[in-house]
C-alpha cells in the first residue's frame, strides 16, 4: 500500500469509530465488561479525541510530509510493539505512527486493552485485505527488526535486556504536573479538574501534582475539583479513596478532601489514584527543576498547556517527547 492508500484506509477507520456500527457497539461494550475502568464515557471520549485529532486526511497529511515520507515504502521492517493498557487506546498513536510509516508490526496488546483493537484490526482486515500483511498479534514478540515498548520503570528494565540490542524506543513511568499562580478563575480551574480526572487520573497525562503559591486558598480548586465527584459512585475508584483516606488517617497526615479526591503535600510528581500531590512555592524559579525532569510528560498552567488540554494530544506530541515517525524513519 502506498502512503495515500494508508492514509484513506485511517480515514475510513476514524469514520468507522464514530459509526453506530453494532460490532463496534458490542466491542465497546466488551471493553467495559472485562475492565471496569475504561467506563463507556472514557471509552468515547478517548475515540473522539483520536478521530478530531489524529484521523483527519488533512492532518495525516502533513504529518507525513513533516517527515518527508515517500508514497512507497521501499525499506519495509518489522516493528514490535508492546502497548500500555492504563487508558482506552493508549497505543494507538504508536499503532498509527508505525502503519503511515509503511512498516508491518507486530502488536503485543495489554491484557487490559486487547477487545478495542481486536475489533478495529478486523475492520482493518476487512476493509482492505492488503492491510492483512501490515498488522498481526502474538502473546510474545520474536523476529522483529525494532520494537516500541511502553510500560513501567521496572518493565524497561526488561525491555531494555532483551530489545536493546535491536533499535527501540522503550517508555517509562510519566506524568504530569500542574502549575498555579493563585489567580486563575473558576473556569481554569473547572478545566484543570479535567486534566487531573479524566480516565480516573490514570494517564502519563493526567495532572498528579500541583504547584501552588504560598498562602494558596484551596477551597476554591475543590469546589472545582467536585466536577468529578460522580467518580466516587465508581465502585474501584471509591476502594481506592476510602483506602488512602484510611492511611491518611491512620499515619496522621494532612490532607484535604471534597469526599471524592484528597490533596494532599508531598514531593513526588506521582500520585496514588484519588490522590493529587501538592507543594508550595515562593517563586518560579523553586520549581524549575522538578517540571524539568525525565519523568514529566506534561506542564499545564499560563504560558504552558492550557488548563483542560492535557488529554488532548495532537499528532506531534510524542511520549516521553521521542519522535516516533522520526524513529521509523531511521530503521
Not at 14 to 21: F, I, L, P, Q, R
Not at 79 to 88: D, R, S, W
Not at 94 to 101: K, R, T
Request: charged fraction near 20%; proline fraction near 4%; glycine fraction near 4%.
Amino acid at each position: 500500500m502506498d502512503l495515500e492508500n494508508r492514509i484513506s484506509l485511517m480515514v475510513d477507520l476514524g469514520k468507522y469509530m464514530v459509526s453506530g456500527n453494532q460490532e463496534w457497539i458490542d466491542a465497546k461494550e466488551r471493553a467495559y465488561r472485562h475492565n471496569p475502568w475504561f467506563t463507556p464515557a472514557f471509552i468515547n471520549l478517548a475515540i473522539e479525541q483520536i478521530v478530531s485529532r489524529y484521523l483527519q486526511r488533512d492532518l495525516l497529511e502533513r504529518w507525513s510530509q513533516s517527515h518527508h515520507f515517500p508514497q512507497q515504502q521501499t525499506n519495509t521492517r518489522k516493528v514490535g510493539l508492546v502497548m500500555a493498557g492504563n487508558i482506552p487506546l493508549v497505543g494507538f498513536h504508536d499503532f498509527l505512527s508505525v502503519f503511515i510509516s509503511g512498516h508491518h508490526q507486530l502488536i503485543k496488546p495489554s491484557a487490559k486493552d486487547e477487545q478495542l483493537l481486536t475489533a478495529l484490526l478486523h475492520f482493518l482486515h476487512t476493509a482492505s485485505a492488503e492491510s492483512q500483511a501490515y498488522f498481526q498479534t502474538a502473546s510474545l514478540l520474536k523476529g522483529c527488526d525494532a520494537y516500541i515498548a511502553t510500560g513501567s520503570n521496572n518493565t524497561a528494565r526488561y525491555f531494555d535486556y532483551y530489545f536493546g540490542k535491536y533499535p527501540s524506543l522503550i517508555r517509562r513511568n510519566r506524568t504530569s504536573v500542574a502549575i498555579l499562580s493563585g489567580d486563575e478563575d473558576e473556569a481554569d480551574l473547572e478545566n484543570l479538574a479535567d486534566d487531573v480526572h479524566l480516565y480516573f487520573g490514570l494517564g502519563c497525562r493526567n495532572v498528579t501534582k500541583i504547584f501552588v503559591p504560598e498562602n494558596y486558598d484551596f477551597q476554591l480548586l475543590l469546589r472545582a475539583f467536585r466536577k468529578y465527584h460522580w467518580l466516587a459512585d465508581h465502585h474501584r475508584y471509591k476502594n481506592n479513596y476510602d483506602y488512602q483516606l484510611s492511611l491518611a488517617i491512620l499515619n496522621k497526615q494532612n490532607y484535604m478532601t471534597n469526599e471524592s479526591i484528597l490533596l494532599m503535600e508531598a514531593e513526588s510528581p506521582f500520585s496514588p489514584i484519588s490522590i493529587v500531590h501538592y507543594s508550595f512555592y515562593r517563586s518560579p524559579d523553586e520549581i524549575f527543576q522538578a517540571v524539568h525532569s525525565n519523568s514529566i510528560q506534561c506542564i499545564v498552567g499560563k504560558g504552558f498547556i492550557p488548563f483542560g488540554k492535557s488529554q488532548q494530544p495532537e499528532l506531534s506530541d510524542y511520549a516521553d517527547g521521542a519522535d516516533t515517525l522520526l524513529f521509523l524513519r531511521k530503521i
